[in-house]
């Protein structure tokens, strides 16, 4: 990992279509995509979106659909890809975890102690990586000093909690869909405003080990959200909830 | 308790303010309200509201104030009277039960337990109640085979588990704010989609019981809003998302 200069963020091609500019950054070999209402003001609330493990990155439908939302509602959002997404090569640890990951899931071991391990890696990685984007980010003139948010689950939890207690320019947080044990620690340390996902039957992390980690949150406004239903059948209307959330604690 | 004739269902005055109709309804000693936007067709849906404890009443302004939610939505609601609040008058076991809840609210002590037992009793009273009500109000043309919700808190809660568990007419619920130990066998007979509120400083429920009273709905479609707070402190923004759920599900 180098140090990351945020002065040396680039914005490169940009398009616009049905009044949302999409713009591609990079900074380093961080790349990341930037959505934006077209003609937004400086100020503008922004959302940093942290993308799910596996093969997402900056542009899955998990993000251009939640940077939609976001957009509607006047807001700007920023995915970065995690070291190892996207375009951003694997290293060969990377593999490995990669491939213990899959040959788990195969015998139907539990994969949580993996996943947590692997990610609470990728976390120290891209920690930086989204502090240095976001002060690169409020740099920039037409951005300006705008209220902040955090939306991830899954991978984007796991990298969301210890950026939200390390980073004090993140107002309010949504995460979900992660174990505890990694997390607790981040999590006590975290004050702001926070909604959490959790399925009720999840196969994958314990309903306990869910409910503990919203407990640890220290934050006097944080709501949990408990839908039925296995770990990738979170519903729909969860993204809208989230968006209102950041409407209620970012819109200035 | 007599036998209630929904047939005997009497809609008397009504009035109309900013677009709302507000109606006062009587059957047999039973005295309610019913809300509905102005020209409403038949087969709107329509909303039961089950208000909470104490003083509260179908005027309540917790009452007046979800109906005004579900008119701006282009719903109806209906609210009655439980035996003993409002204009209805306690029977000396009702203030004989008042008396020793205050008594042990005064002297600290857990109120669970009286709380309980007096609104199963009341529940028993009640159900056949809101049974009898909602077919008659059914059978009114103008109001015509609408699909129909139940939305109650507290008191609204121990009243309306059992009441949706006997009542195929209502087709989603949103409930929250009470003990499991009365209510458990009732919601687990419960199938339609549940929208459950929780307190996680709740200082009069355990917070295992309100995750014990959720887990015991059948519903595969069910959700769970727990928010950080003290009893009393349930977050405003819940009665949106109640009318969204309902909106959801109601909506033909």
Redesign the interface.
């Known amino acids: 990992m180098t140090d990351l200069n945020p002065a040396d963020l680039r914005l490169l091609s940009h398009t616009t279509s049905d009044g949302v500019t999409t713009r591609e950054l990079v900074l380093g070999e961080v790349t990341a995509a930037l959505w934006a209402p077209e003609h937004a003001a400086p100020g503008t609330p922004l959302v940093l979106l942290g993308h799910g493990g596996g093969r997402q990155h900056r542009h899955h439908p998990a993000m251009s659909g939640r940077a939609r939302l976001l957009t509607d509602v006047g807001f700007r959002a920023v995915a970065l890809d995690v070291d190892g997404h996207g375009p951003r090569p694997r290293t060969p640890d990377d593999e490995e975890e990669v491939a213990v990951l899959h040959a788990a899931r195969r015998a139907g071991e539990p994969i949580g102690p993996i996943v947590e391990r692997y990610n609470a890696d990728l976390a120290r990685r891209t920690v930086p990586e989204w502090r240095a984007l976001l002060a690169g980010l409020l740099a920039v003139p037409e951005i300006g000093d705008a209220p902040v948010g955090y939306w991830g689950i899954t991978l984007g939890t796991a990298i969301g909690v210890p950026l939200v207690a390390e980073e004090p320019l993140i107002q309010a947080a949504a995460f979900g869909l992660f174990w505890p044990s990694t997390l607790v620690e981040a999590a006590r340390r975290i004050t702001v405003p926070i909604e959490f996902d959790l399925q009720?039957d999840d196969e994958q992390i314990p309903r306990e080990g869910g409910?503990a980690l919203?407990?640890a949150f220290a934050?006097?406004?944080?709501?949990?959200?408990?839908?039925?239903g296995k770990h990738m059948e979170l519903?729909r209307?969860e993204a809208a909830?989230a968006v209102?959330f950041f409407e209620?604690h970012l819109r200035p």
């Not at 934050?219 to 039925?228: F, I, P, Y």
């Open positions: 009720w409910l919203f407990d934050s006097t406004q944080k709501s949990l959200h408990v839908n039925a519903p209307f909830s209102r209620r």
